[in-house]
């Protein structure tokens, strides 16, 4: 169903633009536009005619738009579980320090750090 609407609102999108750059335009904003009085009909028949078709496409647009609009909530109230026989088990935590009565291991002193180059003595 979601399909069916997404096709025919795209059909009535691309029918409503159609519709629309054939009007002539009324305006004259940079005095484009106007051309001689024949048209399809008449001049009045053409205005007509596709005034009701833009009102037309446009109705239909609107009602496609909310039809669309309330089957995608309407599917985002489906209840969905998360699967979680993939999640990562975590090992427990190791025990800070030796466990009791575990042998104690001595511990080996760190090697002592280099002395700096300042402070080792010149030979001549």
Known sequence: MMTFLLVVHTLLALALVGVILIQKS???GLGIGGGSTGGLVSARGAADLLTRSTTALAT??????????????????????????LARQTAPASPIGPLPGAPAVPATPAPAAPAPADSVPLQK
């Open 26 to 28: 009324e305006g004259g």
């Open 60 to 85: 239909l647009f609107i009602v496609t738009s909310l039809l669309l609009a309330f089957l995608a909530a309407g599917q985002g109230k489906k209840a969905t579980t998360i699967d979680t026989s």
